[in-house]
């Protein structure tokens, strides 16, 4: 939080920033707060600290230090927020964990008006079982006079010093600040080249991300002029160093101010201010910054150019007034702003009667994503007529700047605004607005239609204004229209939890009870450690790596030569360095450290540049040098790979029943395929490493980010040739994994202790979020291949599928998830046919690996989709394709394992009533019969999530406890807390079994010198085989315990640990797991891989625009198997953050790569990953009452990935929508929406008249639906 003081106003404003965008030179003057200063545990915990981690709201913790801090500032602004201002406050952070309901769930009690609705008391109503995760009893009172103040000599200097120009001098820049206009005209007209800097929102991406230089840049941002606000007879006059929260303001204000009539200017920038970026960007952002940047994803220009706004600009000597549409290269005039010149202020004008103004928007992502096509659009019409005056439509997105439709307009002035305006008008905006072409055509023709959709729009809103204006005169727009007029909007979400609560237990055990997150007040204030905060080591060096350019090459040469010369550059690495191993031969082929000779991916790591500070590693690394020789094939696709044969040994099939005199005798047969794209993890703390050399012995210590700290360990050693027992790593805990540090983990782990080896420096590598997204692959992409046999009544009885996974350059684990692929292909129906071949293809990407549900969140969507396929067929619904071909009784899955679907059954019809299914669903038609443009849809979704890993050492554990003799007990297990509360929940086992508080034990770090060999905290089995081992191990110290407590059955535990110590009583015990029976043997395709299934089933309504592709995630309900929770809040936030997840796979997260293989999507601007806007605003979880495992800690059931899959509830609610669309507009054709559905692809598969429009340049006779009668 940023804090400044206006002595002027004698005002202190108080906003949230990005760290990272934030020249520390802007920051003379004021007072800045982070989470430290917010609290800690050391001094008081703050209430937003506190509730945010008893509400649950933290997991891995990493986002949660900004969490607070967006909360905390807007209740330092606002102590008692409305919901709608606590949602715009978070809407530019980010979590990858929790799905944000326990987050807003902490943010609600902090609201005026609590959330409690007719939705929520009905389900407690119906459900009489706890839904209490927390108590809001136990929270402080939130008490503003107790913040910290601002710092008072802060505030004399404001008050006493005179300004005075500031110039600070770095290594490279020199920053100046000056402080009056005439100043800044002399600076400028002197270092023409240098930027103003305001927010650096649009420079420091640049200089950051793509190499732009500045040696000296000037910030205008103390410059009266540049901040004035003036309201004048015609509108408001804005200075350019303005930021975007306070325009906002400002407008808001303007708006409750001047009657309606006036304020249309402002209404229609206001709408394009509440989506632009998130709060903590418009609150640096200036408005002079947007405008002059002159970006086409600029929001703002379209709508400020086409309400004729003014600009005052201002040189050396010279002042002028210019149109803002002028600055655009088609602008109406040539007077685009000159180097010399600035932008001191922009004039906003009221609206006059008969005028209409309106802003369009279709972005990625509702909130906090740039554009993918914008416009402002204004039209005013002759006195008392519909006759158009002037028109003015401006669009951005659509080429490199912002861009006029002039032709159009002028066209169409003198003609009223009726139906064959409309016609011509989308004719000539469609023609005149030319967009360049893209690489597969289809964001082009998206861009297209969008721009023709956005008009179409505005003829009905301005239609409708018309009606409004003079009834008699002009029929508006029909009904079932009028729903389109309205954009979707992010309220608070609902939610609601449900769990049994164990009545009978003693008030001290604590296992089954929502425990809140051991670390989680520590993720909360900031205190917990993750790999970077560890602090520097004596001569530390930092580590940046140099990726392949090339996607499959030999490299001719590497020249470092430039790269040495650069400062503070140490060394740098090559794989002639490796001391031993280079290559890990897991299987046929290798893990490759170092690249040696040939790259086979673009991000392959080809060498790494060790200096004394991070900026000048990667200063050095941009300056390497390396010549390639392309090789061929470059494989890059499944497609490729299949034309090529190029896979990853084995192939695997599994077979049942016979499959081709099934199809034989089936009524229908259909034929498909769906390809589902892949998914970069996207856990908040990228990898890091920090390697310390221990100077004897070959020891090295190890702190690392992963999950599989014994595989980091052997492939350290291995690298250097050293024995493991001198490789010692170290896992306190890791900020979001998600399968993704695992072996990639290793691979980079070996990179920086290869160079502590060679330097015998302490080494600290942390990926930036592009090289991480570059270099370490994610989910596999997958094509699925199916032909479906079933009979008219909808019973399936055969298929034949072939499933793809695109493995990328290494093997990694992709055959094992081709495998469990084939495993779970069956998801929760009973096939009595059943082939399917799954391949791993070998292509030149980037390594695919492990990622939640490996491998079943995509078979199981190729099944859901042939499950809709049949329904399509034979006109039954899809749930009752389900119902009739779901696991009924005890019976075999395809690879001959028994299963008892009684839970599944149960979840199913749990989940229909809870969710009202059939109401609802009778509700979607009828809502739809009324909406036109709008369409709501609604699917449900069962669930058999099979928990094993195929084999038995993969599941062993073990773990150590000790206690010391004043009664505190150290426990430790081979589990690794990456967020989903492993460590919280073996306190719990822990203190059940010893019967001592929680707070008697402690967890301080999972590593190989505790417990060797441990297993990967993988396959949502950590509880379950940890919680063995750590339950084994209580009991061996109990049983030892035993006779001295019989003796002294009245004694307290320190009692007894006191003469148990006196009688030498060993008070530490090892505890092991030897992991579950689990096997199969893929040559016969029969066994026992897996020990239990979860079971679940999820209901989901959506609503989509269908002129934009845009959706609303309306209601989740979940019922999910778990068997008997040891913790609900801790299973439930895995089950509500996978779901979000899976929302994420399946209809947000798209990586896009070039035709050369580089991927395009390098950070959260390219690839958005779902965002509080993107979660249902209903949402709903329970958990299946009475359910029993035998096979796992207290009849517990794994649950750390089966949530994923459930997202998919709502790729077939869009898919309901899709259909209802197309079935309305008569498109019989079969059709296939592929993963992930976004906007785009909901647009091409239902939005047919204006896609035809586009793609067949001709304006269909129904483009605009049903006749509306117009004059
Ligand atoms: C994460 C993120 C999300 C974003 N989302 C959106 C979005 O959804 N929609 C959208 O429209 N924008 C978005 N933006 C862009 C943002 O709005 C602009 O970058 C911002 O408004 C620019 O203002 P600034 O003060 O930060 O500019 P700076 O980076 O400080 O400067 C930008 C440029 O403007 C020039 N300049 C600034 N002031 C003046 C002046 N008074 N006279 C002459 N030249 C001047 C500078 O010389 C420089 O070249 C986003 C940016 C980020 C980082
Ligand atoms: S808790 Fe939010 S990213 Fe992990």
Redesign the pocket.
Known sequence: MISTYEPALKKIRHYSANAC?LPICSLYGAAVTTVEGVGSTKTRVHPVQERLAKCHGSQCGFCTPGMVMSIYTLLRNHPEPTSEQMIAALAGNLCRCTGYRPILDACKTFCKVRNKNSWVLLVFFLFKVSTRLFSTDEFQPLDPTQELIFPPELMRMAENQPKRTLFFHGERMTWISPVSLDELLDLKATYPKA???????????EMKFRGMFHPIVIA?ARIPD?NMVKCTDDGLTLG??CS?SLVKDILTNAMAEFPEEKTKVFSAVLQQLRT??GEQ?RN???L???I??RKS????NPILAASNCMLNLASRGRKRQIPLSDIFADGVGNNTITPEE??VSVHVPHSRKGEYVSAFRQAPRRE????VTNAGMRVIFEEGTDTIKDLSIFYGGAVSTTVCAKQTCRTLIGRHWNKQMLDEACRLVFKEIALPGSDNGETVDYKKTLIVSFFYRFFLEVSQSLKTMDPCHYPGIPMEYRSVLQDFKTKMPQSIQIYQAKLSQSPQDPVGRPIMHQSGIKHATGEAVYIDDLPSVDGELFLAVVTSSRAHAKIVSIDTSEALKGPGVFDIITAHDVPATNEFYYSDDPEIIFARNKVICVGQIVCAVVADSDDHAKQAAAKVKIEYEVLEPVILTIEEAIQHNSFFAPKRKLEQGNVDRAFETVDNIIEGEIRIGGQEHFYMETQSVLVVPKGEDNEMDVYVSTQHPAIIQEMVAASLGVPANRIMCHVKRVGGAFGGKLLKAGLLASVAAVAANKTSRAVRLILSRGDDMLITGGRHPFIGKYKVGFMNDGRIRAVDAKYYINAGCTPDESVLVAEVSLLKMDNAYKIPNLRCWAYACKTNLPSNTAFRGFGFPQSALVTETWITGVADKIGLSPEKIREINMYKENEQTHFKQKLDPQNLIRCWNECMEKSAYYSRKTAVNEFNKQNYWKKKGIAIVPMKFPFGLGTRYLSQAAALVHIYTDGSVLLTHGGIEMGQGIHTKMIQVASRELNIPMSCIHFCETSTTTVPNACASVGSAGTDVNGMAVKDACQTLLKRLQPIINKNPKGTWNDWIKEAFEQSVSLSATGYFRGYNENMDWEKGEGQPFTYFLYGAACSEVEINCLTGDHKNLRTDIVMDIGCSINPAVDIGQIEGAFVQGIGLYTMEELKYSPEGVLYTRGPDQYKIPAVCDIPEQFSVSLLSSSQNPYAIYASKGIGEAGLFLGCSVFFALRDAVTRVRNERGLKKTFTLNSPLTAEQIWANCADDFAEMVIGNRASPSLFGPDPSYH
């Not at 994803?297 to 703002?300: F, K, R």
């Not at 906090?368 to 554009?371: D, E, F, G, I, K």
């Open positions: 965008l930027p103003l800097l305001v927010g650096n929102t649009s420079v420091g991406p205008p540049l350019a160093a975007l632009l970026g960007i640096i952002a200036s002079g910054g947007n002059v940047s994803t600029s929001d703002l600035i932008l906090n994503a740039l554009p």
